[in-house]
Structures are given as C-alpha cells and as structure tokens.
C-alpha cells in the first residue's frame, strides 16, 4: 500500500479548485470567437441546452461534436471578463458587468443570497467528499493518524460555513431593510 501524500493531495485539490476559474482551452481560437459573435447576434441561448446544441451541431456541418465544444464555457468566460478572445470589448448589451449596472439594488441582493446558497450547499458536499476520502483512505491503508487531518479539515470547512452563514444573514438584513 502506498503512503498518503499530503502535498500531492493538496496540489490536485487546489488543482481541481482552479479548474473552475481557468479560461476555456479553446478561447484563443476562431471557434471562440465565432461563438460569441453568434451569441451576440442571438443565435443561441447558451442557458439552454437545446438552443445551445442546436447551435453547436449546425456549426459542426449538421453532425452533433464529439467530443462536445466548449460553447457554453466560451461564451461564460467572455460575459465574466466582458472583452473577446482579441481583446475587444463584447458588443451584447448584457455583459455580467454591465447586467449588474442595469438591475436595481433589490434584484442584486436577492441573486447574491441564492449564490450564497449555492455556495454553501456545495461547500457541505465538499466537506462529505474530502471527509469520506480521508475515511476511506485510513481504511484502506490502516493508518489511523489522519483523524487529525480529518478533523481539521472539517474544522476549516465548518469556519468557512459560519462565515457564509453570516454574509447570508447579512444579505437577507440587506434585503429586508431596502438597502
């Protein structure tokens, strides 16, 4: 059995974590920006998942990709960042940025409660799979020292959980008073 790495398991944790941020492996290339000059002259709802492959099988020449494009990443990176593959601003009015400028303040806070939500419901998953993980490993290997490992990370985890729960009873302050 081998020995529990845990710098090897924190760099793929992190590594795992930074996934979500990364720009799409396709951005810098002309399919990126064909997609989002087609989202930008409405061919496609990219939160439809019909639209979207609809879209993605009529640019493939009428055949499904396979493996699937990266539309739906592409076109979330260039909305988060408002600018194109080469550098231009994005032409559809409603960039993320500029969405926020448009809604009224009630609306705003009303969105960062249910992402606050979110968050938290998936940092409780999070701590059930790296608990479970850790488990699962001492049984497999026997060694029983990485309670402390577990328990400390479920401690950083239950921080982190206080702290949203706090933001979120902010937030909910926020919205009861018309900020």
């Known amino acids: 059995m081998s020995k529990f790495d845990a710098y090897k398991w924190i760099k793929n944790y992190k590594s795992q974590l930074n996934e979500a941020v990364r720009k799409p492996r396709s951005w810098d290339s002309q399919f990126a920006m064909n997609a989002i000059e087609a989202y930008e002259r409405g061919e496609f709802d990219p939160d439809d998942d019909k639209s979207l492959a609809a879209w993605e099988k009529k640019y493939n020449g009428g055949r ?3 493996p699937p494009f990266e539309t739906y990443d592409i076109i979330h990176w260039a909305l988060t960042r408002g600018k194109k593959p080469d550098g231009s601003k994005m032409t559809y009015k409603e960039s993320v940025n500029e969405a926020e400028e448009g809604m009224d303040l009630q609306s705003l806070v009303t969105d960062y409660i249910e992402e606050t939500k979110s968050v938290l419901d998936h940092l409780q998953d999070l701590e059930q799979q790296v608990a479970g993980g850790i488990d699962r490993y001492a049984e497999e290997t026997g060694d029983y020292r ?3 490992t577990r ?3 479920a401690r950083y985890i239950q921080s982190a959980e206080r702290n ?9 302050r926020a919205k009861k008073f018309n900020v």
């Open 64 to 66: 499904t990709p396979n």
């Open 146 to 148: 990485l309670e402390q």
């Open 151 to 153: 328990n400390q990370t």
């Open 164 to 172: 949203l729960d706090a933001l979120l009873k902010m937030l909910e």
